[in-house]
């Protein structure tokens, strides 16, 4: 059985003392439980202390974002071996505001990936597909060329680590979520795709993640899907109950 991976991307919100707050909040309620993974993703700036204060208990700090060197020229940025050092697990990776803000590519994801596992880093790699992209048929094509692409030169094991999150781009921060259904249709693809470039064994233990929309109304709803492994949450996990909430459909 796959576990329930609950990740609160708060994006560019906070300061410090409610980044603070909120981990002060939640982390004696966070479930001590198999079934679910809590992984709060914060500023740079908030990491250090954040992760000193989810030391030892079931909350999990990830970044939103990382460069693929180890150091270097490359001003305003932050490297897999600063994460590491500071006892950050996870990654975020090929976020669509950073696709299409930031000029991130297929390749710079896959740069990114490749860097996560060499420094011990769990990455959290999204696709998804535009309205456009929707309405033109093309969200199962398109997915899974990101899939491959993001996940290229990883070993199955790698793969099996991974977790994808699938956001459709149409449902990020609009109140339209995918049907239950059309999500877990996108997610069973990806799961086929995994498949197909690695194992039925490794695609059995990838965690694919819904994102858009996602709140403590729907993602029981979500969770209950076959192919469906948890959320990657905006807007709801900005609150410290309703991120609770959310954790705790993913323990049941
Ligand atoms: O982009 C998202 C999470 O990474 C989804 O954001 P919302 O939950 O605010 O729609």
């Not at 490297?79 to 505001?97: C, Q, Y």
């Not at 299409?100 to 999204?126: R, S, W």
Request: charged share 25%.
């Amino acid at each position: 059985m796959r576990k329930n991976v609950i990740a609160g991307n708060w994006k560019m919100n906070k300061v410090l003392s409610e980044a603070n707050e909120f981990v002060d909040a939640v982390i004696e309620k966070v479930p001590n439980s198999d079934n679910v993974e809590a992984i709060v993703c914060a500023p740079f700036v908030y990491l250090p202390s954040l992760v000193e204060k989810a030391k030892g208990t079931n909350l999990k700090v990830a970044a939103q974002n990382m460069h693929f060197e180890e150091n270097g020229a490359y001003t305003g940025e932050v490297s897999p071996v600063m994460l590491k050092d500071l006892g950050v697990t996870h990654v975020v990776l090929g976020h669509s505001e950073r696709r299409e803000y930031f000029a991130e590519t297929d390749e710079t994801v896959n740069q990114k990936t490749v860097a996560a596992f060499k420094h011990g880093l769990t990455p959290i790699v999204c696709v998804g597909e535009t309205l456009e992209q929707r309405e033109a048929n093309e969200t199962m094509s398109l997915v899974e060329d990101q899939v491959k692409k993001a996940v290229a030169g990883l070993s199955n094991e790698q793969v099996a680590e991974t977790i994808i999150a699938y956001e459709p781009i149409w449902a990020i921060g609009t109140g339209k979520t995918a049907s239950s259904e059309d999500a877990n249709e996108v997610c069973k693809h990806i799961r086929n795709v995994v498949k197909e470039v690695t194992s039925a064994d490794t695609a059995d233990k990838v965690i694919i993640q819904y994102g858009g929309s996602v709140k403590p109304a729907n993602v029981e709803e979500l969770l209950a899907q076959s192919d469906i492994d948890g959320a990657l949450v905006g807007g709801a996990s900005l609150e410290a109950d309703s991120f609770l909430q959310l954790v705790e459909a993913g323990a049941k």
